[in-house]
């Protein structure tokens, strides 16, 4: 079991640029979750997915992020058009399906991102 | 979404027990409490969940109130690797998605 992977695990680039963070969930954990965490406060939900199904997307993700699970397996972020209060950790989180309810999330590293 | 209420910081002695509080007086019935911790430079990481009934882990223990309007996660002997943010998070049964407060910092005393 080698846990979430988050790639890369900074990323430094300059307002109105595009960038794309990739994650990969723990095998055969079907449900794949972002978040964003600014300095000093707790992860903020941004969307999930349950295989390669987007079942719920946060109102504060505007249309500049965009986000993927294609084949079910890793998933990609992505973010247009960058802006200063784009500054933050990504994080990357995953959970298997069975018996019982998902109570357990496990999370990645998380990607920093600056916006200069 | 329902809200918790956590103290901003506590500080322990290490090999102590420590009790960490959340009120929650908004939650419903079918909503579930669940407590992940922040080490330095980490993502969260799962300590416990519960319903209803006190619960307890490797971990740690969860005592939640009767009305369960409150509940307190309780670890047995602080260590110095229990340094950490800790959020108490209140999940609906129709949800998958965790909704963080801003948590309580607790410190460990060598």
């Known amino acids: 079991d080698t846990g979430v992977s988050q790639n890369p695990r900074h990323k430094i680039t300059k307002r109105g640029q595009n960038v794309t963070f990739r994650c990969d969930p723990i095998?055969?954990?079907?449900?794949l979750y972002w978040y964003r965490q600014t300095l000093g406060q707790g992860p903020e939900f941004l969307t999930y997915f349950q295989n390669e199904a987007q079942l719920e997307k946060s109102r504060l993700l505007s249309d500049r992020f965009s986000a993927e699970r294609p084949k079910g397996s890793f998933s990609t972020l992505e973010i247009q058009r960058t802006e200063q209060g784009d500054s933050a950790m990504y994080l990357c989180a995953s959970s298997p399906t069975g018996a019982g309810e998902p109570y357990e999330q496990y999370f990645g590293p998380g990607t920093r991102l600056t916006v200069t | 979404d329902a809200k918790t209420t956590q103290p901003n910081s506590m500080e322990s002695n290490e090999e102590e027990p420590v009790h960490l509080p959340c009120n929650h007086s908004t939650i419903s019935g079918t909503d579930y409490i669940h407590w992940y911790r922040q080490l330095p430079s980490q993502g969260p990481e799962y300590v416990i969940h519960?319903?209803?009934s006190n619960v307890n882990n490797r971990m740690a223990s969860l005592a939640i109130a009767e009305d369960r309007k409150s509940s307190t996660l309780i670890l047995h002997r602080a260590t110095l690797r229990d340094a950490a943010v800790y959020y108490c998070i209140l999940r609906m049964d129709s949800s998958y998605k965790l909704i963080f407060g801003s948590g309580t910092r607790l410190l460990v005393r060598p």
């Open positions: 095998s055969e954990h079907n449900r």
């Open positions: 519960g319903l209803t």
